[in-house]
């Protein structure tokens, strides 16, 4: 259980750069108005020479002995180090957070957070007709036709139900197609929501 220590409220499931991203923007939290789009300001000369110094110690540190230089478009990963990157993201267990991310208190006070006004709308909706829900915080592996594992995080999980829920708009559909029907396949309890008038109007 992580409690922010600005605005007081309890959090579960969070990561770590989750509970970091809450204190920074939480809008209690004093120092948030400095953190706008004008970022820049909070680079001093004595932040900018602590990074320096550590960038060329990671240098001298052998941790940047993966990538190549090529002309002048700068440091680029060699295929070795880009299979490497590949697979810790793909085997990762921690949920990404999306810049939409959203707080929503549950109809028991619980505050969970909520990546999309589809997945808020659907939440909305389970409290409206008294239906238990909780938000996964831990993945389900599933195979592509490549043999690559990856973890999906389903969105919603209706245990009295056995219910898997995850809304998905048509660009996202569109763009996880191939993912989506290997889902399907492999979660048979999964129900994919295509519109938000099924998220507003949902029934069990």
Request: aromatic fraction near 8%.
């Amino acid at each position: 259980m992580f409690v922010c220590k600005h605005c007081c409220k309890e959090f579960e499931g969070l990561s770590r750069s989750g509970k970091a991203n809450h204190t920074k923007w939480c809008y209690e939290n004093p120092k948030r108005s400095t953190y706008g789009k004008g970022c820049r300001q909070m680079n001093t000369e004595e932040s900018i020479a602590k990074r320096v110094a550590s960038i060329k110690k990671a240098y001298a540190d052998g941790k940047y002995d993966n990538v190549v230089r090529k002309g002048n478009v700068g440091y680029q990963h060699t295929e070795e180090s880009k299979a490497l990157i590949s697979q810790k993201a793909l085997a990762s267990k921690h949920r990404r957070l999306v810049r939409s991310v959203r707080e929503y208190v549950k109809r028991d006070g619980t505050v969970v957070m909520l990546d999309s006004s589809w997945e808020e709308a659907l939440a909305k909706r389970l409290d409206e007709i008294g239906v238990n829900w909780i938000r996964p915080n831990m993945p389900i592996e599933y195979k592509t036709k490549d043999g690559k594992t990856h973890s999906y995080f389903p969105d919603f999980f209706l245990p009295d139900q056995d219910l898997y829920l995850d809304p998905k708009n048509p660009a996202a559909l569109n763009a996880q197609k191939e993912k989506v029907e290997v889902l399907l396949r492999t979660i048979p309890n999964l129900l994919i929501l295509k519109t938000l008038e099924e998220c507003n109007k949902f029934q069990c």
